[in-house]
T-cell receptor, first 114, second 111 residues
Framework: EPEVTQTPSHQVTQMGQEVILRCVPI?????FYWYRQILGQKVEFLVS????????KSEIFDDQFSVERPDGSNFTLKIRSTKLEDSAMYFC????????????FGPGTRLTVT | DAKTTQPTSMDCAEGRAANLPCNHS???????VYWYRQIHSQGPQYIIH???NNETNEMASLIITEDRKSSTLILPHATLRDTAVYYC????????????FGSGTKLNVKP
């Protein structure tokens, strides 16, 4: 069964550094998403991406964040200058079309900013 | 945010049916109900969704009341691996690509 994959599983970085989190969505899906979950808190929507552009984003997704689909398979989330409060699990998801819009999530990347 | 109300936690004996309720009294006619679960900080896992009719798949059944103000997710034979946080989500049409995860129900399946 096809699934969303994410790399790395755990990323440790120093405050102020740039990080890129990578995702390979399910191959025939057209919509791509990033969510995050701070430890002990709810899963929060960050951004959705369709047809090579951002379709929606939350207030969390500020200028420090960017997304890209650099080729036909990868979908990346870049945090330009990490802060301590960016420490969280980051989940990539993908979904198809057809009206029901269910999303399929990857296993997540744990980002630790020190 | 679309409003759903779920119990904070529930217990279920292994092998028995787990019935997880969700209230969504302000749901509109074209809003779908989705269920996801999250096992110990793993990525949320899609379970099932529905609009008006009851739905069943290999994982679970979804029972939606006739007035659509509540629903129940049924895991017919719960196993220890079903221990997770279960989220009931109403997808708002104007936010079709955003899922708002609440606090969910922590289901504890006990031997």
């Amino acid at each position: 069964e096809p699934e969303v994959t994410q790399t790395p599983s755990h990323q440790v970085t120093q405050m102020g550094q740039e990080v890129i989190l990578r995702c390979v969505p399910i191959s025939n899906h057209l919509y791509f998403y990033w969510y995050r979950q701070i430890l002990g808190q709810k899963v929060e929507f960050l951004v959705s991406f369709y047809n090579n552009e951002i379709s929606e984003k939350s207030e969390i997704f500020d200028d420090q964040f960017s997304v890209e689909r650099p080729d036909g398979s990868n979908f990346t989330l870049k945090i330009r200058s990490t802060k301590l409060e960016d420490s969280a699990m980051y989940f990539c998801a993908s979904g198809g079309t057809g009206g029901s819009y269910e999303q399929y999530f990857g296993p997540g990347t744990r980002l630790t900013v020190t | 945010d679309a409003k759903t109300t779920q119990p904070t936690s529930m217990d279920c004996a292994e092998g028995r049916a787990a019935n997880l309720p969700c209230n969504h009294s302000t749901i509109s006619g074209n809003e779908y109900v989705y269920w996801y679960r999250q096992i110990h900080s793993q990525g949320p896992q899609y379970i099932i969704h529905g609009l008006k009719n009851n739905e069943t798949n290999e994982m679970a059944s979804l029972i939606i009341t006739e007035d659509r103000k509540s629903s129940t997710l049924i895991l017919p034979h719960a196993t220890l691996r079903d221990t997770a946080v279960y989220y009931c989500i109403v997808r708002v049409p104007q936010d079709v690509h955003k899922f708002y995860f609440g606090s969910g129900t922590k289901l504890n399946v006990k031997p």
